[in-house]
Nanobody
Framework: VQLQASGGGLVQAGGSLRLSCVAS????????TAWFRQAPGKEREGVAC???????RYTESVKGRFTISRDGAKNTVYLQMDSLKPEDTGIYYC??????????????????????WGQGTQVTVSS
């Protein structure tokens, strides 16, 4: 029972990638799903989340560039990343947890609220 992130890769600044988060063993139709990232030498941070009622939240640094969406039929949550910057580089993970702005933006304080972590996917943006 976990989530699996995929779709990462190497891209030049200004490019795009679409990440997928597929659930196995349970449905994503209930609760919320969030994307996180962790850059080398930095703490994990929340990026975006979407709830079962399609409430969406983004961290400030990705607003206007990233789009989160979900496909119930495919049991998948996507993260479309456009206008990528070198500072977007990191390992991207998805997890189940509350989709509330202050919680997403303070992951280190609320980390216990997130679970079903799977392996992440590496995103590298070259300048």
């Amino acid at each position: 029972v976990q989530l699996q992130a995929s779709g990462g890769g190497l891209v030049q600044a200004g490019g795009s990638l679409r990440l997928s988060c597929v659930a196995s063993g349970f449905t994503l139709d209930y609760g919320a799903t969030a994307w996180f990232r962790q850059a080398p030498g930095k703490e994990r941070e929340g990026v975006a989340c979407v709830s079962s009622s399609d409430t969406i939240r983004y961290t400030e640094s990705v607003k206007g560039r990233f789009t989160i969406s979900r496909d119930g039929a495919k049991n998948t949550v996507y993260l479309q990343m456009d206008s990528l910057k070198p500072e977007d580089t990191g390992i991207y993970y998805c997890a189940k947890g509350p989709c509330i702005g202050p919680i997403l933006n303070n992951y280190q304080e609320y980390r216990a609220k997130f679970g079903n972590w799977g392996q992440g996917t590496q995103v590298t943006v070259s300048s």
